[in-house]
């Protein structure tokens, strides 16, 4: 079965983007950018692939799921297709339909719809955001393991990794890497 990663940049105080959705102060050192993108090349958007030289195969991920909030990022920069080399799914109860036909949309009955995805042959899934469907699918039991590049600063307030309350958890480390710019990309596995 694949598996569910939540697959997320965070400050240190748990934030993942300011109440804007805007991203300043996370790292953008260009070493520390350089490793993610050789780990992971295909969560790099569509649009920078070329412009940045990334021509790597999908290593990990080969499905996007999306929140509404993380999905108009892009949006509002006419970037209506993101992750054109994944399989994307957006998840938004507002929108009545996809913007994109490389898009699909899912309004209703998204813990379903994801545990059959999860079902599906293929290379693991790629939760990029927001903090509602991350919730939504942890309730669920369906995410299996995080995925943080925590950045050494506090914001203070903005979007947490999850909206509203999750239940108590155990995760176990998996994996760790420092960078010489202080983000620590860390590797927990949900203890089911």
């Known amino acids: 079965m694949r598996e569910l990663v939540y697959y997320v940049a965070c400050s240190l105080d748990g934030f993942i983007a300011h109440l804007d959705g805007s991203h300043d102060g ?5 070493d520390y950018l350089k490793d993610l993108f050789s780990t992971f090349p295909e969560t790099v958007p569509s649009h920078l692939r070329t412009a940045m030289n990334i021509q790597a195969e999908n290593q990990r991920f080969d499905t996007v799921l999306m929140g509404r ?12 297709s993101p992750y054109s080399h994944l399989k994307q799914y957006l998840f938004s109860t507002s929108f009545d339909s996809t913007p994109d036909s490389q898009v699909e949309l899912i309004s209703q009955h998204a813990v379903e719809r994801v545990a059959a995805l999860k ?5 693991d ?10 919730a939504t699918l942890f309730a669920g039991d369906l995410v299996d393991t995080l995925i943080l590049k925590m950045n050494p600063f506090l914001m203070g307030e903005g979007i947490p990794l999850f909206s509203g309350v999750v239940k108590q958890s155990e995760l176990a480390l998996s994996e760790q890497k420092s960078y010489q710019n202080g983000v620590l990309r860390l590797h927990y596995k949900i203890v089911r």
């Not at 996370?26 to 260009?30: H, N, V």
């Not at 999905?71 to 920069?77: A, P, Q, R, S, W």
């Not at 079902?119 to 290379?123: H, Q, V």
């Open 26 to 30: 996370f790292s953008q050192d260009r």
């Open 69 to 80: 909030k993380t999905y108009e990022i892009g949006l509002k920069e006419g970037v209506s």
């Open 119 to 123: 079902s599906e042959p293929g290379k």
């Open 125 to 134: 899934i790629w939760l990029c955001g927001g903090a509602t469907l991350a």
